[in-house]
């Protein structure tokens, strides 16, 4: 890297570059796409529009991309003949040159790579963005130890501390999957009060319902399933695929999480439990994925693709959600970041514990998933998530990278199984053959092609 530097983004990700390269390097100017920053100073360094990029390599200085989307600045450098850049992501400076970037290239650490992700990045070791990112929070996030005990046990005691004096200590969404089952029969195990929640969109396979009727009758928990107006929920999801947008099981996502506030609201319930965990799920693809709680998003899609009204389906905006945790003090934790959570182990004890059933892959237990994971990402976007979910297993020491590459030569799915699957989303979804085939062959877009919500 070269003595002088032009940073890319006079944000948040561009100050703490600042900070990590100054002692080094001579700054010679920020870039930012904000007109308002045009003109103005930071750190004394002067703020620049995109085409004044030119001017400040004449001297001979190198880019460093300093923007969390830096994917997006990425395309900019193109359009004005710039392929030589760095880019800054959590402390680590990696080479975004194309060559760097050529498809077919593997992390040597996971197993992320450049044919299913085009925003991944190398660097000089050939370690991706993504590993070197999880290998540096592993310590801040994940407590398999006596100190995990420690964060447990002081969570278990606030948790039944707020929940004196109400019906319930907590809330649990269940969705017939590893992860959120195993958090149920931790907190049986633990002697938490929960009302379990779940969605029936009619996606269930067999073999979650199942396990799901196992695990709350070995629980006793308190029960209750939601089921959203039918024609409603199908349709919006049906709009989704219209869309041609990544993530088509936000209706899913948010139809469920705005269920999981109601009654959180209506019971004095401050603590959500929540299945979300470092040691499965530490490597999650940055592009080709949107969150859940963009109402505005969502709202423009169905107005453009769906034909149904959708006055039925409660959603929770981002905004809502914010204003429900400051008012009504509602916390997500997620207790599988305090234990030393093994994905074989855990099957295990549901097994002896309930009789719980092996359902195939991470986000199998539901059809629809399932239909978004192995078939609607890599035929629509040649995106194939098992990268991610194996690479964190390596990540956590629950698989070696010899093996997750093995497992990657494996069919990413059964042919008769998918077959009945798209059956099934066709005629709950009323979609033709025709339709559905015009769907997939149609190009993928992105959900920013849409309205967004600002406040993201």
């Known amino acids: 890297m070269k003595n002088k530097l032009i940073l890319f983004g006079a944000g948040a990700y561009g100050r703490r570059a600042f900070g990590n390269l100054k002692a080094e390097h001579e700054i010679v100017c920020f870039v930012d796409n904000n007109p308002s920053f045009w003109g103005t100073t930071l750190f004394d360094v002067p703020i620049v529009s995109v085409d004044q990029i030119p001017k400040y390599q004449q001297n001979g200085a190198d880019i460093v991309i300093c923007i969390a989307e830096y994917h997006q600045v990425r395309e900019q450098l193109k359009e004005i003949g710039i392929a030589d850049y760095y880019v800054m992501l959590e402390g680590h400076l990696y080479k975004g040159n194309e060559q760097n970037l050529m498809a077919g290239r593997v992390c040597t650490r996971c197993i992320m790579n450049s044919e299913s992700d085009k925003w991944i990045l190398f660097d000089e070791k050939g370690q991706c963005n993504y590993c070197n990112t999880a290998f540096e929070n592993i310590g801040k996030t994940y407590f398999p130890n006596d100190e995990g005990k420690k964060k447990l046990d002081l969570l278990l005691s606030e948790v039944k501390e707020s929940g004196k004096g109400k019906k319930y200590d907590c809330i649990m969404g269940l969705s017939g999957g590893l992860d959120s089952s195993y958090l149920a029969y931790l907190g049986y195990k633990w002697g938490l009060r929960v009302l379990a929640v779940h969605i029936d969109d009619g996606?269930?396979?067999?073999?979650?319902?199942?396990?799901?009727q196992k695990l709350i009758a070995a629980t006793g928990f308190d029960y209750e399933v939601i089921e959203p107006d039918v024609v409603q929920f199908n349709d919006l999801t049906l709009a989704y695929m219209r869309a041609g947008v990544p993530n088509i099981a936000i209706p899913q996502d948010n139809v469920l999480l705005a269920f999981l506030y109601k009654k959180m609201k209506e019971y004095n319930i401050q603590y959500f439990l929540s299945g979300g965990n470092f040691a499965l799920e530490c490597?999650?693809?940055?592009?080709?994925?949107y969150h859940a709680f963009d109402v505005t998003n969502i709202i423009d899609i169905h107005n453009k693709f769906g034909?149904?009204?959708?006055?039925?389906?409660?959603?929770?905006?981002?905004?809502q959600m914010k204003e429900d945790q400051k008012v009504f003090g509602i916390e997500s934790p997620r207790p599988l970041n305090y234990i030393d959570y093994n994905r074989e182990k855990a099957f295990r004890e549901l097994s002896e514990f309930c009789g719980f059933e092996y359902y195939g892959r991470k986000h199998l237990e539901n059809i629809l998933t399932a239909f978004v994971q192995l078939y609607w990402f890599p035929k629509k976007f040649g995106v194939d998530k098992r990268t991610?979910?194996?690479?964190?297993?390596?990540?956590?020491?629950?698989?070696?990278?010899?093996?997750?590459?093995?497992?990657?030569?494996?069919?990413?799915?059964?042919?008769?199984?998918?077959?009945?699957?798209?059956?099934i989303l066709k005629k709950n979804l009323r979609i033709t053959d025709k339709e559905f085939d015009e769907i997939m062959s149609a190009p993928g877009h992105q959900h920013e092609e849409y309205a967004v919500d600002s406040s993201y």
């Open 388 to 423: 991610s979910h194996l690479s964190s297993m390596i990540v956590s020491g629950q698989m070696t990278r010899k093996e997750a590459l093995k497992k990657m030569k494996e069919p990413i799915y059964d042919r008769k199984m998918m077959e009945s699957y798209i059956a």
């Open 307 to 319: 034909k149904e009204p959708i006055d039925k389906l409660e959603l929770l905006s981002n905004k």
């Open 283 to 289: 490597i999650l693809q940055r592009g080709n994925t």
């Open 203 to 212: 996606f269930d396979t067999e073999i979650s319902k199942s396990n799901l």
